[in-house]
C-alpha cells in the first residue's frame, strides 16, 4: 500500500528494488514454512496484540 501527499504527485518515483536476502524460513530457524515471503511486516506498541482486528495477516 502506498499513500502519497497530494504536493508530491507528480515528483514522486519508486526507489530501486533491494534484493532479498533472507526468506522467511530464516525467521523460524530454517523450520518448514508454506511459503517462502511473508505477507504482512508486524509492527505494534503497547498493548497491539496479536489478535487485534487491525492485523491483517501473521505471518
Keep these: 500500500m502506498l499513500g502519497i501527499r497530494k504536493d508530491f504527485k507528480y515528483n514522486f518515483t519508486f526507489p530501486k528494488p533491494i534484493p532479498?536476502?533472507?526468506k522467511l524460513n530464516w525467521?523460524?530457524?530454517n523450520?518448514?514454512?508454506n511459503k517462502e515471503i511473508g505477507y504482512t511486516l508486524r509492527v505494534g506498541?503497547?498493548?497491539s496484540w496479536l489478535n487485534n482486528r487491525r492485523n491483517w495477516d501473521t505471518i
Excluded: S, Y
Design 20 to 22: 532479498l536476502t533472507k
Design 27 to 29: 525467521v523460524f530457524d
Design 31 to 33: 523450520a518448514e514454512v
Design 45 to 47: 506498541g503497547k498493548g
